[in-house]
């Protein structure tokens, strides 16, 4: 196995969904030092509760630096796994649930981009799970893809900018995964989806980018 997250200090936001935790227990298996922050650490996994955590709400810039904060910066590597899903055609979907999508997939990707350019450390990495949702265009799911859209735009441009700092920018857009949000949608019904990738593959793949210096990760990638 390869000595890349060996004793790096990684911060996973949105750490209490599947996919965050099985990121964060692929880390700590290769010898990572890894930090949480959720909305509700009440929620993170029981076997990921020792992990130094702290509490956030990722659509607000001061939320997020004070758990930075917390957790003492000066990262290696921070993962970005928070997201919502909302389902409905354009007109039937509620102008709050079209805030929430986008304050939580959009705006919550820019502030962790903002805060990680100068929180992870030169050469380090910062990861966002934005989803095949960004490069595609659904019925009954407009919201949630201009959402993940506007966040893989961020990303294509913070990958430019962060240049300077050695800092690589992995977007990954993997196709539908069993993580359970399709069934905790803040609005709507999802339409019937074939089986999803399992999480523990994908968490995986997400690692091996990291450690092949990859800087894009699109959904063909989880499926060669």
């Known amino acids: 196995m390869s000595s890349f997250f060996i004793g790096k200090n990684i911060c996973i936001v949105g750490g209490s969904g599947v996919l965050g935790g099985e990121i964060a227990r692929q880390l700590l298996s290769r010898g990572a030092d890894v930090c949480v922050i959720a909305r509700h650490p009440d929620h993170i996994a029981p076997d ?4 130094r955590s702290a509490q956030s709400d990722i659509r607000s810039r ?3 630096q004070a758990a930075f904060n917390q957790m003492g910066g ?3 590597g921070i993962v970005n796994a928070c997201g919502v899903v909302a389902f409905g055609s354009i007109d039937s979907t509620p102008p709050e649930i079209v805030s929430e999508l986008m304050n939580v997939n959009a705006v919550g990707t820019m502030n962790v981009l903002a805060l ?7 050469g380090g990495f ?9 490069d595609m265009n659904l019925v009954g799911m ?3 893809c201009a959402s993940k859209s506007a966040a893989h735009k961020m990303m294509t441009i913070a990958a430019r ?7 690589t920018v992995l977007d990954v857009r993997a196709p539908h995964t069993e993580t359970g949000l399709v069934d905790r949608a803040l609005h ?6 074939p089986e999803g990738l399992d999480p523990v593959s994908v968490a995986a793949r997400i690692l091996l980018a990291l450690e092949n210096g990859e800087s894009d990760l699109p959904a063909e990638a989880f499926t060669a």
């Open 48 to 51: 990921l509760q020792g992990l």
């Open 62 to 64: 001061d939320s997020l």
């Open 74 to 76: 000066d990262f290696d």
């Open 116 to 122: 990680g350019r100068d929180t992870v450390k030169d």
């Open 126 to 134: 910062i990861v966002s799970l934005t989803g095949v949702a960004a």
């Open 142 to 144: 407009a919201g949630y």
């Open 161 to 167: 900018e962060f240049r300077s700092k050695k800092i």
């Open 188 to 193: 709507g019904t999802a339409p019937k989806m």
